[in-house]
């Protein structure tokens, strides 16, 4: 389910809590709202609302520092790509052919890097190199160097392919970062409680229920940045992969 409809569906369980202490203000008899029992849940609302509150802090801190790495791994593999053609470039004539081959593979990469953020049955399957991979580091490892220079860009090049090839099987294990749902779901649940409790004192008017929403909103919000945020490669927050498909002008050009 996408960020967007998960955020909603809590800003209506959060709002629906704001709605049902509106039903119990009118419902319970009125020695049931006494003082006391504001105090009570005063004090319990404000303990779970501490709670969630720290709760929330952690889990956007948390959140934002995943997609901060994910981003910097995505201009590492840049980096590492554009320093491979470099490498390549100076080795000779030699090794267009495989500059050219390069070019396929970081548009390969590039596409199951983001569509492996976006579909499920493919975060569960197991990660498999593609062939035009495989092709390149083979022939990457069958150059013959002639000379000194060449030996030392032919093992810089390898280097530099096997940092890439860690940082692409980083961004594969890291694709599966989602909120757990039991999580997610306690936290709907301290939120509503919430809400419940404003409005069980307050007489309901068109400020109050205003307010109610606009809060409501501001806590449904929180929670779809978290989610947008714990999915870099889709959704309105994705890092984009221009830069990396972008980063090799054409052979000849």
């Not at 960020?3 to 369980?13: D, F, P, Q, T």
Request: aromatic share 8%.
């Amino acid at each position: 389910m996408s960020a967007m409809a998960l955020s909603l569906i809590v800003l209506a369980c959060v709002f629906g809590g704001a709605v049902l202490g509106m039903f119990l203000r009118n419902a319970l008899p009125k020695h049931h709202l006494s003082d006391d029992a504001k105090d009570v849940v005063r004090l319990g609302t404000g303990l779970i609302g501490t709670i969630a509150a720290l709760v929330l802090g952690l889990l956007i801190a948390s959140a934002k520092s995943s997609f901060d790495t994910q981003s910097t791994q995505v201009k590492q593999m840049t980096a590492d790509v554009v320093l491979l053609d470099n490498l390549l470039a100076q080795y000779g004539p030699e090794a267009e052919a495989t500059r050219a081959l390069l070019r396929r593979v970081v548009v390969i990469m590039a596409d199951r890097v983001w569509r492996e953020s976006s579909s499920g049955s493919a975060q569960a399957a197991p990660f498999t190199a593609s062939q035009q991979s495989e092709t390149f580091f083979a022939k990457l490892h069958q150059f013959a160097p002639t000379n000194d220079t060449q030996r030392s860009l032919k093992d810089r090049a390898i280097q530099a392919s096997t940092d890439l090839a860690q940082t692409r099987l980083l961004l594969f294990a890291e694709a599966d970062n989602q909120l757990p749902t039991p999580f997610l779901v306690v936290l709907v649940f301290w939120l509503t409680i919430i809400f419940a409790s404003f409005s069980l004192f307050a007489q309901p008017n068109a400020i109050v229920i205003g307010s109610l929403f606009l809060f409501a909103l501001s806590a449904a919000g929180a929670i779809f940045l978290i989610l947008e945020l714990n999915q870099p490669f889709s959704g309105l927050l994705q890092i984009s992969s221009v830069p990396l498909r972008s980063a090799l002008a054409p052979l000849g050009s």
